[in-house]
Structures are given as C-alpha cells and as structure tokens.
C-alpha cells in the first residue's frame, strides 16, 4: 500500500479525477489490473468479512451500504438505486466510497463510485466469463443500451476478445448512442430489433436492463446450448430479468449466496437451489464449465468485495498519478484527548489573539 | 432545508469549516439548539428505520456504520474505536457522516464528524438530564478527562445551568488539561483525587473513560440518592463503567434497546431487565424522574438518529454561514444513461480534440 503522507487528510478522488485516472493508465489496461485485483480477493475470499448489503428501502428507490474488511483493510461503498431518476437528469445509480486502516480506523481514501462501480461491475462480469463462457466466445448480445453497456462491451473485449457486439434496447435511442460511444474501438456491431434477434448465434448474452419490476428480458426459447450469460440487471428483490425455465436449465455461479438469494436471478428459485459460488471456480475447487453445450448463468448482483478491490487498486495509482484532493475530513488535534482545545486555538487563531471567550469573537 | 444548487455537487464540511461554523454560532447556542434537533427527532421516534450500528471488530478496536432514516432524509455516520490511537497521535474516535434525499438517493452533506460527535453527545447528555435530573441540579462530577469531558461540562452548562464541576481522571494532566480549557468559562472547578473525591455532593455523575474492558469506574456505596448518572463511557460490547450493583438500585434510561443492550452498561444485565426509552420519557408518555431520591441513570452508547440529527441541524447553517465546500462526489453526464459518453468528452477536452481513441493521449 501506497504511503501517503498526513494520516489525518484524507487522499478524495473526485469524478474528474477519476476519468483522468481512467484515461491516463488507459480504459483497456485499467480494466484488466482492476479485473486482476477482483480476481486477487476472489481468490483469498475467505479471509473477508461477508455480509449482505445494508438497505434501506422506499417507494423511490434503495440506499445501501457495503461493508466488507480482510482484517487489515476496511472498505464500504455507498450507493443508490432510484429507477425514476433519470426523468429529472440524475443517474439512477450514483456512489461513493471509503477504504480504512482496520489497525487504527483511520480512512485512507474517499473516492467518487459512480464511475468506479460501472467499471468493476464490468470487470466482474469479464472476469466471470473468462471462467464461464466458451473459450473462442467472441460475440456477445447487450439488452440493455444504457450507462453500463459500454462498460460492458469494453471489458469483455480488454479481457475475453469479445468484438461483435448485438446490441437490443426496447428504447432504440440507447442502442444508437451505445453504437456511437463504442465507433472506432474495433467493435462489429449490430443494433437488432428484438431481444431475438441480438441473442441470435451470440456466444454470450449480457442483460443489463433498469427496470426495477420483475420483468422477463429472456425466454426460455431464445437461449441456446453452450452460451454464457451474464445477467447484470436484476439486482435487488423484485428486480429480475430472466424467465425462471432458463435458470432451471443453467448451471448457475453467484458472488455471495445469502445476498444473491435475496437480490440476484435466483429470488425466482427455492432457497435451497444449487449455486456454485464463482470463487471457488476460480480457486479450482469446482468446475465452472465442463462442456461446450452446457448453459452457464452468472447472476451478478454486485458484492462488497468487488469494490473492496475497486477502492484498493485506485488507491495503489495515486501516488505515481497524482490524481486527487487531500480531505481535511479527520480531527488532528496536537494532542489526541485534547479536542476541545483545537477548537479554542481554532477560536484564538480567529480572533488574533489568544484567550477570548469562545462567544465573542463573531 | 436550504436549497443548494447544482445537486451533483455535495456541499463538504471539513475539520475547519466544522470549527468556525461552531465558533460563528457560538458554542453554547450551537449545543442549544441542537439539542433542540435532537429532541425534536426523538419525539418522532417511530418514524425512523432504525438498527443497530453494523460492527467490524478486530484486535485493535471497531469500524462501525450508522445509517438511520425517517423516510424524506437519510443519514449514516462511518465512525472508529481505537482505544491504543492515542500512543500514535491519533484520535480514539474519528467520524465522518453524510446526510441524503431519500427520494433520489443523492447525498446532499459530507461532513466531517469528530467534532460533530462530539457535540451531538454532550447535546444528548444534556437533553437526558433535562428530564431525568433533579431540576436544581448545578454540580457535575466528570470521572474521565478525556477529548469528550471538556463538551459535557459546557453542554451541561448552556443546557442545564450546571456550573460546578468536580473532575478526576486516573491520569491528572487529563484533569488538569481540562480545567485549563473551561477557565474563563464560568465554572468553579475542583480536580479531585479520587472518583470517591468527585463524586462527593455531586447531582450529576458523569462518567466518560476510555478504556475497552470491563471497569469498574462507580462502585455502588458511590452513588447517593437522588443522583442522576450519565454514563458515556460504556458504548460497545465487554466496555462497562459501573458495578452492577448500581443498575439494580437505578431507573435506567436508554436511547435504543437492542442497541443498548449489546453496547452499553446494561450488557451486564439479563435480557428482559426493564429499561425505559428516553424519547418515551420526552413525550410524556412514561415518567422520568418521580422523586428526589430515585437514582436515574441514562445508559448512552450514541444512537444513529443523534447523528442524524447533527448532520440536519448543520446543513440548516451551510446557506446563511457559506462554511462548506464544492465536492465533485457525484457523475453528473449530461444525459444520465451515458455515463461513458462522459468518459469521451473528458478524453476529448483533456486531447484538445475530439475524437481520439481513448488509449492514445497520454
């Protein structure tokens, strides 16, 4: 870890300085360390504190926290979810997060999420298909056209050489501006009519819808032997994408069980279903794909350890990039029990003198 | 609450700011009026999600995260307990917290909270007091001399007109660190030799020690009758302060049960021993104090709503004061669904031309 100087000042990367950061190390490349560093914690997985996310829930939306530690770093995220929001110009998800020394409690950076998260959810789900999909897979559907597909497309191909993309949006306005962001990054692309259509002869499907209702983006019909899907979209209860018959024929791999249960695909599903947890893939426990026809479900919800990662690999950037603000967002008094005195210096240094009551200075 | 513009931008309240926006409103009108928010908040209790704060324990000390809402704001408070910090020049306990629209999930304050906490627990002290001392209560012993003694004594004073303190910490530069802070402040102060010494004639006993294991602080044949006891100290699982004897002689008053009882002094107790809900006592619907020889003891461990409370009562005086920053928290792309096209047009800017391939400027 990266020594920063002044533990009481706080390293904030704000979103400026988090797209410089993205485009100086280079989208292709900050993608690849990061899904590296996901990949790192996935694999020491048992060494973390897990829990389900933190929610509180409203008519409107949800706000989460996400806590997770290895016992000498502590991250938690916060972030929204507001379907509604982009009626009024605001992104329906939006986040931000700390990562702490767990030896003295102190925070060692505030970094903006929004970002972040839409790259290591990316990166998750890359990472996942490397283990899960057919190995020579380079086409890949995209329903679901909006903030996270470019994501999307741009880690598959940094990582897996996924560069035919399929794209479907039930609003064809999404499609054409996820076609435009991506023109000129060696990406063959399609835009299709139907959800049909984009799944037809893809090797992977990615679902990366918003809606905040059970809705049902796949059938059961259109999905064939051997692909990969990697379904984005449902993330919390109530929310899913895909019909119930396709996770009753997938072999299905999860982050953490009692949070995707809760928020993933598989709410559709007994409790007691079979899940294989993507880690132990990774570690080569279990198998993840044993044939070419066989269906393989990753059903992302987005785990505390994923931004756990995300925090710990922009951290380790910033002393060489420069890239961010120091917070005065920690109390720093000359002598630790002595708080209320930094407040009478704080007084006295106001008043340019040294020993007026506290009242009469304004 | 006061209309900031530009709502990706979340108005930031450091150490500084925090300090001056204290000194400009003055402390003993700051502690008033938020113990005025605070009462206010706990008069509505059951309007709030309310849970016990979420802990990450190590050896070293806690992580904890507070969030509460009451369905139109959200809040949380990031707080640490490291009791060896102070070998290190650290603070035992640094917070920050942030306060949200519950209706699109955008956080509207950062703030620092150190020195807020510190506020916010003598304000709540206080409060407790008003209706749980005897009413002509004017002396305090503070057993424990630490960063938060110094904030008790004035909350106490500007709240509850006490005005004679007598102190005694096992380490006496504490003591004396203290009674140098509050000269000039309208206390008559004694530094006592003993907690026994303290305790003597005292109305209000006020225990704030810092130390993580069970101690025994107050012993029972200490406490006479018609005391009331603010024990502040006690606040997390295996940290006590008093003897149980002295629980079973007093009428305990809580700020949340299940929090309380995992947390605080009444950890030494069954289960199902009764306690009362301060904010009941507020509202008139179960009795305080009844006599003037009933040990009252209001058993503080700091509940999620006090810091929500807080971080309102401080956004209320961001517009009038100007005491806070711009932070750039929040992606705000032009058009929500295309938080990649952002990417772009930073590239685009920071290239001086616009349509170079991303991996190419730098």
């Not at 926290?65 to 982009?86: C, E, I, Q």
């Not at 049909?196 to 002869?201: D, K, L, Q």
């Not at 929310?239 to 009753?248: P, Q, S």
């Not at 949070?259 to 279903?273: A, K, M, N, S, V």
Request: hydrophobic fraction near 40%; aromatic fraction near 6%; charged fraction near 25%.
């Amino acid at each position: 870890m990266t020594n920063i100087p002044n533990l009481n000042i706080v390293p904030f990367v704000s979103v400026d300085h988090m797209m410089k950061l993205v485009l100086s190390v280079g989208l292709d490349t900050f993608l690849r360390e990061l899904a590296d560093v996901i990949e790192e914690d996935f694999l020491r997985w048992e060494k973390f504190d897990k829990t389900p996310r933190i929610a509180s829930h409203s008519e409107e939306g949800v706000i989460e926290l996400m806590p997770t530690s290895d016992g000498a770093l502590y991250g938690f995220k916060y972030v929204n979810g507001h379907p509604k929001n982009t009626k009024n110009g605001r992104q329906t998800v939006t986040a931000f997060g700390v990562l702490s020394d767990v030896g003295n409690g102190y925070p060692m950076l505030l970094s903006e999420m929004t970002i972040l998260t839409a790259l290591r959810t990316a990166a998750t789900s890359a990472v996942a298909a490397k283990y899960l999909a057919r190995e020579e897979s380079r086409s890949m559907a995209i329903i679901g056209n909006g903030a996270q597909s470019e994501f999307q497309a741009r880690a598959f191909k940094a990582i897996l050489g996924v560069n035919q993309l399929r794209l479907y949006d039930i609003d064809s306005s999404a499609s054409l501006k996820c076609q435009k962001n991506l023109e000129g990054q060696g990406f063959s692309i399609t835009i299709c009519k139907s959800a049909e259509e984009a799944v037809e002869g893809a090797d992977i499907i990615t679902t990366v819808t918003a809606d905040k209702q059970c809705a049902t983006i796949l059938t059961d019909n259109m999905v064939g032997p051997g692909v990969h899907i990697n379904a984005v979209g449902g993330d919390c209860p109530g929310k899913t994408e895909l019909h119930r018959d396709i996770l009753l024929r997938s072999d299905i791999f999860v982050e953490y069980p009692p949070q995707t249960r809760i928020e993933g695909e598989i709410q559709q599903l007994p409790q007691d279903h079979a899940v294989t947890e993507l880690w132990q893939v990774m570690a080569g426990l279990v198998y993840g794909r044993n044939n070419e026809r066989q269906i393989t479900l990753f059903d992302s919800v987005g785990f505390a350890i994923e931004d756990f990662s995300a925090l710990r690999y922009v951290r380790s950037k910033l002393a060489a990039t420069g890239l961010y603000e120091e917070l005065d967002l920690l109390a720093d008094p000359d002598e630790p029990r002595d708080l209320y005195g930094m407040l009478l210096r704080c007084e006295a240094a106001m008043a340019g003198a040294p020993s007026l009551p506290m009242e009469k200075i304004l």
